[in-house]
């Protein structure tokens, strides 16, 4: 039969042979501004400038003085100077109390501060001292390095940035950050049923569903439609494709039927096929080539098909060019329902996720298969069944969270 799925891999082999791929692969780097790194990955580890804090620095408005001296002065001692957070500190002459406000540098010869309110001034005096107990020696000074020192790891390569890092590397004045660059993804939607000449016509909703995915894990994406069953028009665009990008992925046109032209289309452009069609459910028809060097995912068009396809084969491989650890976040968590894999399939069932004290609880959700989009939105993650396995109901294990990590 025309294309037949006569040589499937299952989908462990199909992985390795992706992650096998995506380690003959590396990614250039560039510097980019702090300021637009948010979702970039970093391309090198990044350590600490400087010490935090950077000196020892009071952590109350207050007063700064040395514990012996307040502990030998019952009446207090007198108050001479005031360190402002941004000022060099002001000299403490031995036996006084200095002024001093949250964040400012401690003086040299005070080892305690107090908070204002926890102390009390005599009236017509000069001096201060504790309203209640004194503070232990060294109360209240956040010490040099103490969050962290020079030199220490401030962020791995090949972590994803987010509002967390970027506070991290402001706060060491870091203002410049050198990432991986983007994988640029050439994305071929077709199909006569996409042209809105058709007369049956139906909304293309794969590409923007792909091209926001493959984003938000840093990939950059140009999308091709080619709304024909078309092989002619088909191999042009997938031949501009492959000639303009680092992947190309399709989508659709990839089963056995008449029209479905683009594994025909990557033969007569010289590519040969990794793997034609894999044991898992949804997704069979997912076929992988290779064209001097450069891959071609090809997914299946029924939507589910396509991003479940795009979640465990295309992802890892992103995240492995990317410098990423390819594996996706697994969520631990007890399972609802009993399920048993056909003996030569890899299922994956979409599932929701409820958290409870007793950690995450998954239920299966309905779908009406490969086709469904609403399930999508309605699932946490997918629950793996492999080859011939059986879940048992209220067995713990561990899903493929569709959380960007
Ligand atoms: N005789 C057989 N028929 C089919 C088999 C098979 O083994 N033998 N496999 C089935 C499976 S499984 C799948 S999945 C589909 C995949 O087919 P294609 O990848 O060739 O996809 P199309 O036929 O082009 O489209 C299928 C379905 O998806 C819709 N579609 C396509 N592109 C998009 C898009 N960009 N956005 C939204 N929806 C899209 C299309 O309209 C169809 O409804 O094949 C089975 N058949
Ligand atoms: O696997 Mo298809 O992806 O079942 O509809």
Redesign the pocket.
Known sequence: ?RNS?SNMLSYAAALQCVETWAKKSSRPSCVVPLTQAVGRITATAIFACSNRPETDVSAMDGYAFAHTAMASAPEGLSIQGLTVAGAQPVALPDGYAQKILTGASVPQGADCVMAMERMVQAPNSERIRPLQALAEKGANIRRAGEEFKQGDLLVSCGQRLDWRHIALLACQKIHAVTVVQPLHIALV???A??SSAAADC??????P?LVALFESYGAKVTSF?VASDDQNALTATLEEALHKADIVVT???????M??N?MDAFLSLGAHALFR?VKM?????VSLFEKEGKLAF??????G??ALCAQVLVVPYLRSVMGQQPEVLLLPGRVEFAFTALPDTTHFVPVAATATAQGYVFTQLPTVG??D?IVLSRAAAFLQVNPAETIAQNQMCQVVSLQVI
Do not use: H, Q, W, Y
């Open positions: 039969m799925f939607a077709n199909g049923e996409l139906r909304a293309d909703s794969n590409t569903m439609l989508t659709g046109g990839i089963s056995v039927g029209t479905d683009v069609g459910r949804p997704g069979k028809p090809c997914l299946p068009g029924n939507p098909a396509s490969a086709s989009i």
